[in-house]
């Protein structure tokens, strides 16, 4: 059988479908629709250093990015907004949960990637390498990798809704 981008896209609207009305039911009745997620106690080597933002530093004085803090809410607000991800239950995602994630995300945007990227080339020129469709503290935004003529690398973040560009940082 032979996967075609329409059956994908078919089936993560099937799947949107039913969270969406899982959600109405659970609202309907006055129920969560899902458990709350379970507490999370993280044990720390009283020998490692933490910086201020809460990574732990290794001996080479590199920050160990799988510990990242509290994230900072952007500087830009988007035309298109949702809730807010919930951080705290990335350990509980399942590959359906992202797909349902991403199948909604897509739902509210209004630009295409194609779209993103020839904005984000627009204010910054290179090459587009990844174009990933994001939700930043309740943005719906792209965010558009750009490899630089002069071999740096930065990141451009374009609004889903408008396809303006919100900002850009290099990496």
């Not at 919930?86 to 350990?91: G, I, K, L, N, S």
């Not at 719906?140 to 003529?149: G, N, P």
């Not at 809704?161 to 900002?167: D, K, M, T, W």
């Amino acid at each position: 059988m032979r996967i075609t981008k329409r059956s994908v896209y078919s089936g993560l609207a099937g799947v949107g479908i039913l969270l969406g009305t899982g959600g109405l039911a659970a609202a309907a009745t006055g129920t969560d629709a899902a458990p709350a997620p379970a507490a999370v106690v993280q044990q720390t080597d009283p020998a490692t250093t933490v910086d201020n933002e809460g990574n732990e530093v290794d001996e080479g004085n590199e920050v160990d990015e799988g510990n990242e803090g509290p994230e900072t809410p952007p500087d830009y607000t988007s035309s298109v907004q949702t809730t807010p991800e919930d951080e705290t239950a990335d350990a509980a995602e399942t590959p359906e949960s992202e797909a349902a994630e991403d199948a909604a995300l897509s739902a509210l945007a209004t630009v295409s990637p194609d779209e993103a990227a020839a904005a984000a080339l627009a204010s910054q020129p290179g090459t587009v390498g990844e174009v990933e469709l994001a939700n930043e503290a309740g943005n719906v935004v792209y965010e558009v990798e750009i490899a630089t003529d002069a071999g740096g690398e930065v990141e451009v973040i374009i609004d889903a809704g408008n396809g303006s560009v919100l900002a850009s940082a290099a990496e």
